[in-house]
């Protein structure tokens, strides 16, 4: 691939998830060292708090959204930058009328999801 | 690291490029395997064409641009996505009278930047 718009690429439930959906932009098949992402979740939707293997580098296109990340809450918002390191428990809740959507950049590597316990 | 905005973040210009400024959201020092960085290039700026030793994998965030990646050459909008394999030619022109800005993504490897002569 040289150059593609986020409306040619699926957008797949994400089962983790509530009203949580993601695009691959650039897989592994394209990159040799990471992947773009882009994460819509609708008014009220958001992901419950769990960890990755991986960390994610991500960038808030629309919308706002309360993130946990380890024993911070943040409210993050257009033009914010998270960075979530490998291992750290997180969570998102849209907040607001519109969709939250973020982008999120993730190394090429095994990564696995694991739900936290409240 | 765990969030900032963009506004925090210093612009600065990008020697090689024309009416072109950077910053880096999430640098290598933040994040361990790939950082995070967006380009303002203003109406009428841009780069010339050269080449990295490393990928891009970049996002358009805003405005319209004339982007070369070896023999092809496409323009870009708000929403489009741009693979740029390590080592390919390429370059940058800003079109229309709002600025172009992208992220671009990048593995924390030693880069060496060319200029391409035409």
């Known amino acids: 691939m040289s150059v593609r718009n986020i409306d040619e690429v699926a957008l797949e439930p994400v089962s983790a998830g509530t009203g949580t959906a993601r695009q691959v932009l650039i897989g592994p098949d394209d990159g040799p060292n990471f992947a773009l992402r882009r994460f819509v979740m609708q008014p009220g939707g958001g992901m419950p708090r769990h960890t990755n293997t991986v960390e994610h580098e991500q960038y808030v296109l629309r919308g706002r959204a309360r993130v946990s990340i380890g024993d911070e ?21 849209a907040l607001g009328e519109e969709p939250f959507e973020f982008l999120c950049v993730v190394p090429n590597q095994p990564d696995e999801i694991a739900i936290v316990d409240c």
Chains 1, 2 share one sequence.
């Open 73 to 93: 809450i943040h409210e993050v918002k257009t033009g914010d930058v998270v960075f979530i390191p490998a291992g750290a428990p997180h969570s998102y809740d």
